[in-house]
């Protein structure tokens, strides 16, 4: 009787059961998606604040008889700054002068407690708490630093509570990606990550939004955007949201992945089999292949090109976005051009991968990056007048904006391409040090971003001169275009032995 029972069940891994039963992508999914993509906005608003919280003012005045051309030379309390003491950290603590540098201190531990966050959260979210608690932890901690940030005493303690906001903030993008992509098919998969780009940047350009009237205080910048993943956490992902059921079954929670996948399956107009069982699908070893990656010559060379691009990228790609106070307009109206480029990197990334070369997409745009933001220098010249930039350069802006835009669609691509350059037991290992990488060359841009206020044209030279040689390094990976998605390091290595001899990587 049990032997009958045994042969009566249908047994499926999750992907059959979606594509088969549930629907690659129905409108429990969309809704699914849309939901958890929402937490993106938190994640570039806790990124993206320093470009005003941080920034140095665009012009101050004398108080007392005597004046110089720069704020250096005059004694405290002969000047002050046009837009009061509390617009930003480097007016309300004089991070000017002889202290300019520890102005990017704050930037540079935010991106450092990213990078050991993405760690963190991505082990957290496969081992112990599955993607959904992770999530909500990293929307609560978030909300929690952000606040305390508001309150702190001086750079030092500001510095630290940024880095605690890094390394909570990281959780959002690995774990939100994760959740998404797990809910849908495979085909589905590639579009589904894009959701999350075009709400970071939602939460990019409401920054500006929020900054503007609140211009006059950071501390009452940083409470408000402060509440927004709280509300998020109670009121959206807990009670509509659900975990993913692929994790579930991997943890032996098989009950309670069937019940994800039955709810996804009714809102969809569909049903499941009675009889419906789940079975997991093998993981392989992933140790092992970590360890063989680092062992095998091709793999080890073609993952250092991968961290270099990254680092290249990171540091343009943030880095562009902290100097929009160094360009000659104003820098409420220059964040809100640089959010509203991505939404364009974003699609003509999209579209462009479905017919381009992976390496010629990535590498002409950060050359066209690199070209834009040398370009910059013919328009660049600091105000040596205490002038207001507000009548600006609109040809500088508008060429900065074609760099950022570029440099936004090499960001994306280049998560595509290294998907596609790494087999499926070694991609998640691939993609995080990506990440790694990325924060790395973010953790550094701050330093230039300082640099640039007192000679633009230096800032925008390296940005460029970077830019140009990440694309010149990606010219020795290999493509991918219309090439299989190998399962094993094995697989792969095995096709590399035609050609080793023809390429470096």
């Known amino acids: 009787m049990d032997e009958e029972k045994q042969e009566n069940k249908l047994q499926l891994t999750v992907d059959e059961v979606v594509e088969g039963y549930v629907g690659s992508f129905g409108f429990s999914q969309l809704l699914q998606v849309l939901l958890v ?77 990213s ?3 993405y760690s963190f959260f ?43 906001n890094g390394f909570s903030r990281s959780g959002i993008g690995v774990c939100s990606l994760v959740l998404c992509t797990e809910a849908v098919g495979l085909k589905s998969r590639v579009q589904v990550g894009q ?6 940047a939602a939460g990019y350009l409401s920054i500006p939004l929020i900054a503007y009237p609140t211009k006059d205080s950071w501390r009452n910048l ?47 107009g569909r049903e499941l089999p009675l009889n419906l069982t789940l079975i997991a699908t093998n993981e392989g070893e992933n140790n092992l292949s970590i360890n063989k990656l680092w062992n095998t010559k091709w793999a080890a060379k073609r993952m250092a090109l991968v961290m270099i691009t990254g680092f290249g990228i990171g540091f343009v790609y943030y880095g562009i976005q902290l100097n929009a106070e160094n360009l000659n307009f104003d820098v409420y109206f220059t964040v809100a051009m640089n959010a509203m480029m991505e939404i364009p990197a974003v699609f003509m990334g999209g579209v462009l991968l479905s017919f381009t070369n992976r ?36 040809p500088q802006l508008m060429i900065e904006a074609l760099g950022f835009m570029a440099a936004s669609a090499a960001f994306d691509v280049l998560y595509i391409y290294c998907v596609e350059l790494f087999p ?26 300082v640099s640039g206020r007192s000679s633009p044209s230096f800032s925008f ?28 390091l094995e697989q792969q290595e095995e096709e590399q032995r035609f050609d080793c001899e023809f390429n470096w990587v």
């Open 122 to 164: 991505g082990r957290l979210a496969d081992a112990f708490l599955g993607r959904k608690r992770s999530l909500l932890l990293s929307c609560l901690l978030t909300s929690a630093t952000i606040y305390l940030t508001s309150l702190s005493p001086n750079i030092y303690i500001y510095s630290l509570l940024r880095f605690s």
């Open 37 to 113: 993509s929402l937490a993106w906005i938190f994640d570039s608003q806790s990124t993206m604040v320093t470009v005003f919280t941080d920034a140095q003012p665009d012009s101050w005045w004398c108080i007392g008889p005597e004046c110089s051309a720069t704020v250096c030379g005059l004694k405290a309390g002969t000047w002050e700054w046009s837009g009061g003491n509390t617009s930003s950290i480097v007016t309300e603590w004089g991070l000017i002068c002889d202290r300019r540098f520890l102005a990017a201190l704050p930037a540079s531990l935010y991106f450092l407690g």
């Open 115 to 117: 990078l050991i966050g």
């Open 222 to 268: 940083y409470k408000i955007i402060s509440f927004l993943p709280l509300v998020y956490a109670i009121f959206i992902l807990i009670p509509f949201v659900s975990e993913s059921p692929r994790w579930l079954l991997v943890r032996g929670r098989s009950g309670e992945a069937l019940g994800v996948l039955r709810r996804h399956a009714r809102i969809n």
């Open 461 to 488: 030279i390296v940005f460029g001169v970077i830019s140009i040689s990440t694309g010149l390094f990606s010219l020795w990976l290999p493509e991918t275009r219309n090439t299989p998605l190998y399962e094993t």
């Open 359 to 394: 390496r010629l997409l990535f590498s002409c745009s950060a050359f066209l990056a690199g070209i834009s933001y040398i370009s910059c220098i013919i328009f660049s010249h600091k105000n040596e007048n205490q002038e207001s930039r507000s009548r600006g350069s609109l």
């Open 195 to 200: 959701y999350g780009f075009f709400f970071f």
């Open 424 to 449: 499926t037991n070694l991609r998640n290992y691939a993609v995080s040090m990506l990440r790694q990488g990325l924060m790395l060359g973010a953790s550094i841009s701050p330093l230039l971003t």
